[in-house]
């Protein structure tokens, strides 16, 4: 558990405190196992700081690790849960009585290595009017970027988390602007960090489904990992999910701020930083839904130049035995056993037959190709 005192400068403090400061704010970031541990202990200073404690189907929200985004509010705090992406192994296990569970450990997804990446944990939020309690996974690495920047703001050694490029939706980088003025303002901005994770994987999707499609349309592989295939569009279709209930969530914050208790200005602030956020996670959706259709245009059309390149071998096949047909006709007509047919009995009969079926042969090829029977149809 870390404990900052946020004022026109950042402290970070050994303990919870006896008392809010004059100004400025409190943040208690807590891994989920401390949270559990530590509950009780944090419900008293929550009660001795605020007047209030975390409701007990709050709390046991923060502690499940499957829980999906989403938005809640009480008359004295508001509390968001969003999943970020995870990044071990350790942030996307569960607490099961306190050990932590191999078999809750979600399986490996099969795939391009981008879409085995896509796994994610929940960071739960929960703002009171000068502190946030934020309960996050294991070796968070956003809530570990945030103390520092915050603790060093004139350092530019700071990264983003996940490792991801700044994007052009504001300031990423590891150099601090401006101290947060209040406690959404700080859940705001480690959301809008964690959404610079899912617009990092966009183009890791993009490069690794492109080169998937290109698989199915190369006519010279015989692509057969359909489980791998089935596992990625699955996961596609668990982002989208987890896209939508992030951006509800946060659409239903925004709709909140107009009734809290803010200064006109707090307000628009928080209100512009939350819409540029949800733009973000729409640009992530929208760009999923597309990867989503261009992998199923890929299959269709795998599909469909397999059915072509059938149809191309039947259509040869089918011209090469009518080709044969009437040879198997003569060849037949003069194996009968009769005494009397014609060319039966003389010396050139053999090769009068061979030039008869030689030549019905070359006719009706040429017939074919003429019609194109013959004839590869991607030309």
């Known amino acids: 558990m870390r404990i900052l005192e946020i004022t026109g400068q950042a ?18 970031s807590a891994a989920r196992r401390d949270f559990e541990v530590h509950q009780s202990t944090l419900q008293d200073a929550l009660q001795r700081l605020t007047g209030t404690t975390l409701l007990d189907f709050h709390v046991r929200d923060l502690l499940n690790n499957q829980l999906p985004s989403h938005y809640d509010f009480t008359s004295r705090y508001d509390m968001l849960v969003f999943r970020r992406l995870a990044t071990s192994e350790r942030e996307t296990a569960s607490l099961v009585g306190g050990l932590v569970s191999n078999e809750a450990r979600p399986a490996h ?33 956003v809530r570990d970027v945030f103390v520092e920047r915050l603790l060093h703001p004139g350092n530019p050694a700071g990264v983003v988390a996940h490792g ?15 101290m947060p003025s209040s406690p959404a303002e700080l859940m705001l901005r480690i959301v809008d960090s964690m959404v ?24 010279r592989s015989r692509f057969s990992n359909w489980q791998a295939l089935l596992d990625g569009r699955n996961t596609l ?10 951006r509800n969530a946060l659409a239903e914050w925004l709709q909140t701020l107009n009734e809290d208790d803010f200064a006109v200005l707090e307000r628009e602030m928080l209100q512009v930083r939350t819409r540029d956020t949800i733009e973000h996670v729409e640009r992530v959706l929208s760009h999923v ?46 194996g009968m056993n009769f005494d009397f047919i014609p060319l039966i009995h003389t010396q050139a009969g053999f090769w009068w037959a061979c030039a008869a079926m030689l030549l019905v042969a070359l006719a ?3 017939l074919f190709w003429r ?9």
């Open 237 to 246: 279709h668990q982002l989208q999910e987890m896209c939508e209930d992030q």
């Open 196 to 219: 610079d994770g899912y617009l990092e994987l966009r183009r890791r999707l993009t490069g690794q489904l492109d080169r998937w499609q290109s698989a199915l349309l190369d006519p």
């Open 109 to 141: 997804v099969g795939g391009p290595s981008a879409l085995r990446h896509i796994d994610t944990s929940p960071v739960g939020f929960a703002v009171f009017g000068r502190v946030l309690v934020t309960v996050h996974p294991a070796d968070c690495a």
């Open 364 to 366: 009706m090829t040429g």
């Open 289 to 334: 839904q597309r990867l989503e259709q261009s992998l199923e245009s890929a299959i269709q059309m795998h599909f469909s130049a397999t059915a072509n390149r059938t149809n191309d071998v039947m259509r040869v096949l089918t011209a090469l035995t009518a080709v044969f047909l009437p040879l198997n006709l003569i060849a037949g007509i003069f």
């Open 371 to 379: 019609k194109r029977f013959l004839a590869r149809s991607g030309r």
């Open 11 to 28: 402290r970070e403090l050994d303990g919870l405190p006896e008392a809010l400061p004059e100004t400025g704010f409190i943040w208690v």
């Open 164 to 178: 991801g490029p700044a994007h052009h939706g504001g300031p990423r980088k590891g150099l601090l602007v401006r």
